[in-house]
């Protein structure tokens, strides 16, 4: 016990001493550095930050078509169609000589500018009889499984066709089954294939198409002699076909039709040129769901209407589909252009907004010849009228908005379900939404004005904060972020997950 006293004590002397004794001075700890948050409006960019909770005043973005469940099309596709870009061919008016070997050769430029299908107008002989014009309605068809003299010979149309399918292009026709033109040879051989008043062949009812003999898809003969002539043209090589006026032609007929073809090409691709029915999306890959949107983009540009119409479009629409089809989206085409007006006319300065609409909002967006060009003019419809292709002013931006969809899975074709969410800005006049993957891998946002003022606007981007890409420029936005837009201005970020 006193041994462990006397131990002790030593060792609290020694303490002692050494304490007494002049130490090195010992430099202070650094304190830590403050953690700068995220919100921070005066956070500089690249700055390392951190995000604080959500705020609950921070409105939470709506995702269309929540909770929907979309049943499979089955459809099969032999071509990225997530990536793809439909262009509308209207060969006459392409070229001065208005053939398949002067379209031959400017498929490289195609190639160049990244769209994937070729739509071409129809392509067979026109008929004479009540024709319009000097050369007609290319939807006047006088002969189905024929080749329009004026655009070369079927040799002609088989060497672009290989062409095109060595380039990488997928290659569609332009199908007309509600009618034909009045010299058909059936409208003497087989006058029971066609609607009759009176014991008199009659033009299709409600229309102004006099040049054309409506055709009775009751008749069984018809309809078996329509899916054999479909099929003739899948044996070429055609990738499948556009369905001129397909709401007209009862399902029956499309039935046997893609039964016909998909005996050929179980791949075969069909578009309709509809937006009325909803119940064959096991038959058709995609359809005219874009008529609906080109029509509020009509009433913005030309009635000052604000987002309400495009909010409603995405509500209204989203569950037309089944998965794997989609909606075809434009802003032109060859009816569009020929009897509604050219872009300037219809769009002015609002144009390449809608245009950028037509690609970032979920579909395929289609091209239609001449939208690359100088000068856009209204093409004659029965004439000749050679677009006026200049340099092809609008190129580069066409194919930034190609990029756009390339680059981003966001904006695949195919991602048309609960991928799509609008944010709030406080703003009936600027449209703002996010597509993303439903990974949330990948999303794009857009914010869009409206009008033909500046604004400022605070786009709540609530969860879909972060840093933001755009035009190779970084911006960190918090929950709540600021932008300024210019009259008309569209502006694009992308954001990829770390």
């Known amino acids: 016990m006193k041994k462990f006293l006397l131990m002790t004590l030593i060792g609290l002397l020694g303490w002692l ?61 032999n071509f990225d169609v997530d990536t793809a870009v439909m262009y509308e061919i209207n060969i006459r008016q392409y070229s001065e000589a208005g053939t398949f070997k002067a379209l031959e050769a400017d498929l490289p430029r195609l190639q160049d500018l ?114 054999a002539m479909t099929a003739f043209w899948i044996e070429k090589g055609v990738d499948g076909y556009r369905a001129d ?72 629409t989203h569950n037309r589909y089944l998965d794997g089809t989609f909606p075809l989206l434009f802003t032109t085409n060859h009816d569009v252009n020929s009897w509604e007006g050219t872009h300037e006319e219809r769009l002015g300065n609002f144009t390449p907004l809608m245009q950028t609409l037509t690609f970032t909002l979920p579909g395929m967006p289609l091209l239609y010849s001449g939208q690359e060009a100088d000068i856009e003019t209204r093409l004659a419809f029965f004439e000749k009228d050679l677009i006026a292709w200049g340099d092809y002013q609008n190129t580069d931006f066409l194919k930034s908005l190609i990029a756009l969809k390339d680059e981003n899975p966001a904006l695949y074709t195919t991602n048309v379900f609960q991928s799509t969410y609008l944010l709030e800005d406080q703003d009936f006049n600027v449209f703002s939404f996010v597509r993303t993957t439903q990974d949330h891998t990948n999303q794009v946002l857009v914010v869009a004005n409206l009008t033909g003022s500046e604004k400022t606007v605070d786009v709540h981007l609530h969860a879909f904060r972060g840093i933001w890409n755009e035009s190779q420029d970084d911006h960190l936005f918090p929950q709540i972020a600021r932008l300024d837009l210019e009259p008309y201005e569209v502006r694009v970020f992308t954001k990829n997950a770390p």
């Open 245 to 316: 006026v397909a709401g007209s032609v009862p399902r029956h007929v499309w039935e046997a039709v893609d039964e016909a073809i998909k005996a050929v090409n179980p791949d075969a691709f069909l578009l309709a040129e509809d937006n009325s029915v909803f119940d064959w999306f096991d038959i058709f890959n995609t359809n005219y769901g874009g008529w609906w949107l080109l029509h509020e983009m009509h009433q913005i540009a030309n009635h000052g209407s604000d987002e309400s119409g495009l909010v409603r479009y995405l509500n209204e």
């Open 17 to 77: 001493g050494i304490a007494c004794e002049p130490q090195d001075e010992v430099p202070p700890l650094p304190l830590p550095e403050p953690v700068l948050t995220c919100e921070d409006p005066l956070i500089s960019e690249g700055a390392e930050c951190v995000f604080p909770p959500l705020s609950a005043t921070t409105q939470v973005p709506e995702l269309i078509g929540a909770g929907f469940e979309p049943l499979d099309a089955n459809h099969t596709y």
């Open 114 to 227: 990244g769209v994937d299908i070729l739509w071409l107008m129809p392509i067979h002989p026109i008929s004479e009889t009540l024709r319009k014009g000097t050369l007609g309605s290319y939807y006047a068809i006088q002969d189905y499984r024929a080749i329009n003299p004026e655009f070369g010979t079927m040799a002609d149309f088989e060497d672009f066709l290989e062409t095109a399918h060595a380039l990488g292009f997928k290659v569609i026709l332009d199908l007309v089954i509600n009618h034909t033109g009045w010299d058909h040879a059936w409208v003497n051989d087989h006058p029971e294939y066609y609607t009759q008043v009176g014991g008199e062949i009659i033009h299709p009812a409600g229309t102004d198409w006099t040049d054309v003999a409506d055709l009775n898809h009751a008749n069984e003969d018809l309809v078996e002699a329509l899916a």
